[in-house]
């Protein structure tokens, strides 16, 4: 995701990125997300995560809050990644969402509280001290202290890119499976 600045305050969201036809790269990323697999999450936040921040940032009233809804349109957007249609666009799916998010967030100026009760029924300590220990940190942070990514990596003097990384591993890690309890 850019970082807020002044090259992003005022820009306005590009159309999605259609990196090829049906049956190509978007196409293979979208059955990967539905499907589940590790790195789909990842590939769909470096295609669309800009997109999805430039329209947040243009309609919420802080970078912090455009991060937050970013960052919460792919997390809820992995956790019910069942409800995708693969063969439909991704990137429409993600901006919908973004959508629905932004507008959540206009009518609910505490936007986390939904986030948070979600998740704290997911997460338990338990499934957290299964993580590796600055992965952990991270998400408690992240979940528990409602910092944004920047916010985590300046606390931590890491790297924001680093800090996301994390957190997509241990959101994937804490996605049940099919098949198991969640």
């Known amino acids: 995701m850019p970082e807020p600045g002044p090259a992003h305050e005022h820009s306005a969201p590009r ?8 049956g190509g790269v978007e196409s293979a990323l ?8 590790s790195t789909a999450l990842a590939g769909a936040y470096s295609l669309w995560g ?27 957007a992995w956790r019910e990644r ?5 063969t439909s666009s991704l990137a429409a799916w993600l901006l919908e ?3 629905g998010e932004i507008a959540a967030r206009r009518r609910e100026p505490l936007g986390w509280a939904a986030f948070e009760r979600t998740v704290r029924q997911a997460v338990t300590r338990e499934t957290l001290a ?3 220990p600055l992965r952990a940190r991270i998400l408690r942070l992240a979940l528990y202290e ?6 985590v990596a300046d606390r931590l003097t890491l790297s924001v890119d680093r800090v996301r990384q994390e957190l997509v591993q241990g959101l994937e890690a804490l996605t049940p499976r099919e098949g198991e309890k969640p």
Do not use: I
């Not at 159309?15 to 049906?22: F, M, S």
């Not at 409602?146 to 916010?151: K, N, Y």
């Open 15 to 22: 159309a999605p990125a259609r990196p090829d036809a049906p």
């Open 30 to 37: 979208a059955a990967a997300f539905h499907d589940g697999e």
């Open 50 to 76: 800009a997109d999805v921040y430039a329209l947040a940032l243009r309609l919420l009233p802080q970078p912090g809050a455009a991060e937050e809804a970013t960052e919460r349109v792919f997390a809820e």
């Open 82 to 86: 069942d409800s995708f249609d693969p």
């Open 97 to 99: 969402r973004a959508r």
């Open 130 to 132: 299964n993580q590796p």
């Open 146 to 151: 409602r910092l944004t990514a920047t916010e």
